[in-house]
């Protein structure tokens, strides 16, 4: 079974520059996540989707931030513009059904420098 | 303050020591218990997951759940430095499945 993937591995930009990650879950799972890690800190949740539609997005900075899962598969998610206090590792996650506590798969996430 | 507060280490050990790993918790209403490990540069990968309060056993791995003083723990047996890496608890509530709130996570090097 191929697990999460996600590209690109890093990214370095200048602030106020658009970035964009893109993430391919496990095939099959309806549930996906994107997940912002910050040094020393563990995962904090910025969004789920359950098939196309975003069922939490709470966490989410929507003055900068914005995701999109297209036909349910994969997903982007871009910050426009990047501040510096961006830089962290963005990771996906996906499980086969969000209501039910499946455990999360994570691929390896983007490392994003902000300078 | 945090709803997950987790023993910050590092933790260093010799191999073959046991290892204890641990968390507490603010909400009530975490049911599902997890622990994930995560290399350096990699995503956290599942290592245990446990339903309520109780003990699950997983080869080396150890889990325990004490709801009553919202506490939990990871034990790890006959370490290897191959064990060496952070490790994160998760837990989600009945209530708001599918959001898990992480700890900060335990670095943990094992020296051969």
């Known amino acids: 079974e191929a697990g999460v993937v996600q590209s690109p591995r890093y990214k370095i930009i200048e602030k106020k520059q658009p970035v964009a990650f893109w993430c391919n879950p ?16 563990g995962p904090e949740l910025l969004i789920r989707y359950e098939n196309e ?3 939490d997005d709470s966490q989410l900075p929507k003055d900068r931030f914005s995701a999109e899962r297209l036909k349910g598969v994969d997903s982007t998610l871009k910050i426009q513009p990047a501040e510096l206090g ?12 969000g209501s039910d506590n499946s455990p999360l798969h994570f691929g390896n996430g983007t490392r994003l420098t902000v300078t | 303050q945090k709803e997950v507060e987790q023993d910050p280490g590092p933790l260093s050990v010799p191999e073959g020591a046991i290892v204890s790993l641990n968390c507490t918790y603010s909400n ?7 622990w994930y ?7 956290p990968e599942l290592l245990m997951y446990t339903y309520s309060s109780g003990n699950k056993e997983d080869g080396r791995f150890t889990a325990q759940v004490d709801k009553s003083s919202k506490y939990i723990s990871l034990f790890i047996r006959d370490s290897q430095p191959s064990d060496s890496a952070t490790y994160l608890c998760a837990m989600t509530s009945l209530y708001n499945a599918g959001k898990s709130t992480f700890g900060d996570g335990t670095t943990l090097t094992v020296k051969p």
Do not use: P
Not at chain 1, 27 to 38: A, E, K
Not at chain 2, 37 to 43: E, F, L, T, V
């Open chain 1, 53 to 55: 539609e975003a069922v």
């Open chain 2, 28 to 34: 009530s209403a975490f049911q599902y218990f997890m």
């Open chain 1, 86 to 97: 961006d830089s962290a590792v963005y990771l996906c996650a996906s499980s086969l059904e």
């Open chain 1, 26 to 41: 496990i095939s099959g799972h309806n549930t996906l996540y994107w997940y912002r890690q910050n040094l020393g800190q």
């Open chain 2, 37 to 43: 490990r995560q290399y350096s540069r990699k995503g």
